[in-house]
């Protein structure tokens, strides 16, 4: 993206082990030269990227005994949190969170699971704090649908501090969570885009609602907030936020980022 008006692809990596593994990513972070992304079909792979043309396989985690997956992904230190899934007999059975030792990249290594109610869960951290949502009721374990926050002080034992009920429905298809300077941000198709004070993480308050029936992903940038296709809202005042501009074209788009003027 050097040049916006003339975006460029670099290279493609569609390598799959086993063979005839079904790639499905469903999250990507980036730190230094490695990308880790979480897949819905393979749990989790680590990325050398420190040449772009020429991306690498660094390391994987997966069980090869039984099928399992992870819906998301959150990179805090030098651990990796995925809200996974495998079968009765995988590594890891049940849905809940998988924590990844990547102290070396090249060698990521599962080291513990927290079992959660509920299941396709969504998730990001700010400081010392993980935010995870449900996205829908577990047949096995179904719960109220919720929030739900944990305490990383110590990285490899998380310590759930809350859990704040969030709605009624079954699924709520939840397409987002951001968390940024002890504000958290909710999207979802039914309830629109939620903002909550987490100040206190033992004690999330909601601060107001932006409506909306589309909800297709969401940035931050200072002060302005960019969802759907395309609105920006001013929520300097978080508790209430105003319409800034809108465009009337509509992209289809599953996320959005902004990076310095450009909305992608």
Do not use: C
């Amino acid at each position: 993206i050097s040049d916006p008006d003339n975006l460029r692809e670099l290279s493609y990596n569609d390598r799959r082990y086993p063979e005839g593994t079904g790639l499905s990513p469903s999250a990507i972070q980036v730190r230094d030269n490695y990308a880790y992304v979480s897949d819905l079909n393979f749990p989790f792979r680590v990325y050398d990227i420190s040449d772009p043309s020429q991306p690498k396989v660094a390391s994987e985690v997966y069980d090869f005994a039984a099928s399992d997956g992870a819906f998301d992904l959150e990179l805090v230190g030098n651990t990796v949190y995925l809200t996974g899934w495998g079968l009765h007999d995988a590594f890891y059975p049940g849905e809940g969170l998988w924590l990844i030792d990547v102290t070396d990249p090249t060698n990521a290594e599962a080291v513990k699971f927290v079992d959660i109610p509920n299941t396709n869960s969504r998730m990001d951290a700010e400081g010392n704090f993980l935010y995870v949502l449900d996205g829908s009721q577990h047949t096995d374990q179904p719960d109220t649908l919720s929030l739900r926050i944990f305490d990383l002080h110590d990285e490899r034992n998380p310590v759930e501090l809350a859990v704040m009920p969030v709605g009624d429905q079954n699924t709520l298809s939840y397409e987002d969570i951001l968390v940024k300077d002890q504000t958290l941000y909710i999207s979802s198709s039914q309830m629109g885009l939620d903002i909550l004070d987490v100040r206190d993480p033992a004690q999330p308050s909601q601060l107001s609602n932006i409506p909306s029936v589309i909800i297709s992903g969401f940035a931050l940038e200072g002060t302005t907030l960019f969802m759907n296709d395309l609105f920006a809202y001013d929520i300097s005042d978080p508790k209430n936020p105003l319409m800034k501009g809108f465009t009337l074209a509509y992209t289809g788009a599953q996320a959005i980022a902004v990076v310095g003027d450009m909305v992608y």
